[in-house]
């Protein structure tokens, strides 16, 4: 799988298809769009393995001299779609993301390797080792620097595609910000960038909303604030209490997360600025 950006241009589609045509490349799946606002063009392009004379390594060597001649610079991957994606997740005390996540890989609907679970309590340890995965429990009552670095630890061990931080309830530092950038994976419980913060459902419910929402993005040292990946909403009303809302919410998140992770290990996000364009 090919993903690629680049100043926009003509020719860019026939430089990478003829490349892959030379190569005996199987192109199985692509998709294109171009920015106008920053005149950016975005491609993801799925070619069959069994087509290619040589290995993912020899088809990236190949391909950086295409990206160099087209401008993309580091803005381009080639990756294995036939490697097992490995995920870890962080959570606290609510579970509802965790059940959900942990279902959808036991039924085999998300085909992804979750290698660890560690959660800042230890609520979620039973549920979690019931489907034969590994819980770990950091503290963050005392030092929440000491506390960070053993979750850091635990969780570069497994060199993961996605770090999920589901319900996490923890502003992660700077450093693992950048250290894990595009691939830390937050989803906040409002349809951002409304309700900010702590306890945005009692915000919306005071300022009486008719929609709640959950927003899934990737992590930065911005508060809330990196490139989103997927967003979705529910109706409420005004016989809903703060309750009925939340309940609401969750099933939403829920659903927000799964999808944007999925899109995430499946190559299909590609970054650009604090923006992203799905493909």
Same mark, same amino acid.
């Given at each position: 799988?090919? $993903?690629?950006?680049?100043?926009?241009? %003509?020719?860019?589609?026939?430089? !990478?298809?003829?490349?892959?045509?030379?190569?005996?490349?199987?192109?199985?799946?692509?998709?294109?769009?171009?920015?106008? +606002?920053?005149?950016?063009?975005? %491609?993801?392009? &799925?070619?069959?393995?069994?087509?290619?004379?040589?290995?993912?390594?020899?088809?990236?060597?190949?391909?950086?001299?295409? =990206?160099?001649?087209?401008?993309?610079?580091?803005?381009?991957?080639?990756?294995?779609?036939?490697?097992?994606?490995? !995920? &870890?997740?962080?959570?606290?005390?609510?579970?509802?993301?965790?059940?959900?996540?942990?279902?959808?890989?036991?039924?085999?609907?998300?085909?992804?390797?979750?290698?660890?679970?560690?959660?800042?309590?230890?609520?979620?340890? +039973? !549920? %979690?080792?019931?489907?034969?995965?590994?819980?770990?429990? &950091?503290?963050? $009552?005392? @030092?929440?620097?000491?506390?960070?670095?053993?979750?850091?630890?635990?969780?570069?061990?497994?060199?993961?595609?996605?770090?999920?931080? =589901?319900?996490?309830?923890?502003?992660?530092?700077?450093?693992?910000?950048?250290?894990? =950038?595009?691939? =830390?994976?937050?989803?906040?419980?409002?349809?951002?960038?409304?309700?900010?913060?702590? *306890?945005?459902?009692?915000?919306?419910?005071?300022?009486?909303?008719?929609?709640?929402?959950?927003?899934?993005?990737?992590?930065?040292? @911005?508060? +809330?604030?990196?490139?989103?990946?997927?967003?979705?909403?529910?109706?409420? @009303?005004?016989?809903?209490?703060?309750?009925?809302?939340?309940?609401?919410?969750?099933?939403?998140?829920?659903?927000?997360?799964?999808?944007?992770?999925?899109?995430?290990?499946?190559?299909?996000?590609?970054?650009?600025?604090? *923006?992203? &364009?799905?493909?």
């Amino acid at each position: 799988m090919i $993903t690629f950006g680049c100043p926009d241009r %003509t020719g860019i589609v026939a430089r !990478i298809s003829s490349f892959l045509a030379e190569v005996g490349g199987w192109i199985v799946e692509a998709a294109y769009h171009t920015d106008p +606002d920053t005149n950016w063009f975005f %491609t993801r392009q &799925v070619v069959r393995a069994d087509s290619l004379p040589f290995d993912v390594e020899e088809l990236r060597a190949r391909f950086a001299g295409v =990206a160099r001649s087209l401008g993309a610079e580091s803005d381009w991957r080639v990756d294995d779609t036939g490697e097992r994606r490995r !995920i &870890v997740v962080l959570v606290s005390k609510e579970g509802h993301c965790l059940y959900d996540l942990l279902g959808r890989v036991a039924s085999g609907e998300l085909d992804v390797d979750v290698r660890a679970v560690i959660g800042n309590h230890d609520v979620l340890a +039973d !549920i %979690t080792r019931a489907h034969g995965i590994p819980f770990h429990h &950091v503290s963050f $009552t005392e @030092d929440k620097a000491a506390a960070f670095a053993e979750v850091a630890k635990l969780v570069d061990e497994h060199d993961p595609h996605a770090v999920v931080l =589901a319900r996490f309830m923890q502003i992660l530092p700077p450093e693992l910000c950048e250290a894990w =950038a595009g691939r =830390a994976i937050n989803i906040h419980h409002s349809f951002l960038p409304s309700f900010i913060g702590a *306890r945005p459902y009692h915000q919306a419910y005071q300022r009486g909303v008719k929609l709640v929402g959950a927003t899934c993005h990737y992590v930065t040292a @911005d508060l +809330d604030a990196g490139p989103i990946i997927e967003q979705d909403v529910i109706r409420v @009303d005004h016989g809903d209490s703060v309750a009925d809302m939340v309940r609401k919410g969750r099933d939403i998140e829920k659903v927000t997360l799964a999808r944007g992770l999925r899109w995430h290990l499946e190559g299909r996000v590609l970054v650009h600025g604090n *923006r992203t &364009v799905v493909l």
